[in-house]
């Protein structure tokens, strides 16, 4: 349970770029949640953006950070997936409207491992350092925009579940993050 309080930091920034808030019926919703107890292969990411913006394979990934003190100690990038499987899909069809596309990513057989790593890494950190071990975690995106849309909004909302949650939150709604994108030079045009 020591986790818990690691994970209600981090749904604060557990979105594509940047940093927002968490509606409060999520976070009643992930009261339960704990990252070093839950099933972590049952964790799905959604993200659901404006049909101009094209994401391809490894476009989006989850960051874990180990903090001690409020530094970085340790850095992990989790790679995903997309999921297919259209039993799954179906919890996020509630989701889905006109011009946007929903798309859904589970942590790949290499992430898992590397969490697993990143788990018993901040486990015995805790025990050592007690309070001062704290960690983030973030869902990273690239992609690119499709020609003619360079000055469009980017509204994006994103998605989490778990064994938990049982269904889908939402994260973040609608958060318009084309100025984001463009500081940090995430998002090009696309070239096909």
Same mark, same amino acid.
């Given at each position: @349970? ?29 009261? &339960?949640?704990?990252? +070093? ?7 799905? /990411?959604? /993200?659901? @953006?404006? $049909? ?7 476009? /989006? $990934? ?74 983030? @975690? ?11 849309? &360079? $000055? ?16 889908? /939150? ?5 958060? &318009? +993050? ?8 995430? +998002? ?5």
């Amino acid at each position: @349970m020591f986790f818990r309080t690691f994970f209600i930091r981090t749904m604060a920034c557990l979105l594509v770029t940047g940093c927002a808030s968490v509606p409060v019926s999520t976070m009643w919703k992930l009261r &339960n949640f704990d990252l +070093i107890e839950t099933d972590a292969r049952k964790l799905r /990411v959604g /993200v659901r @953006m404006p $049909n101009h913006i094209r994401l391809k394979p490894g476009d /989006v $990934n989850v960051m874990v950070k180990l903090l001690k003190k409020g530094r970085t100690e340790e850095t992990s990038r989790l790679d995903l997936s997309e999921v297919t499987d259209a039993k799954e899909l179906a919890g996020v069809s509630t989701y889905r409207k006109s011009g946007f596309s929903v798309t859904v990513y589970r942590l790949t057989e290499g992430a898992l491992k590397k969490l697993s790593v990143f788990k018993a890494q901040f486990r015995q950190q805790k025990k050592r350092f007690g309070d001062d071990v704290s960690g983030q @975690m973030s869902v990273t995106t690239t992609g690119c925009v499709k020609p003619g849309f &360079n $000055n469009r909004p980017v509204l994006v909302t994103t998605l989490f579940k778990s064994s938990e949650t049982g269904s889908f /939150v939402v994260l973040t709604a609608e958060r &318009n +993050i084309s100025k984001l994108l463009r500081q940090a030079g995430s +998002i090009k045009p696309c070239h096909d």
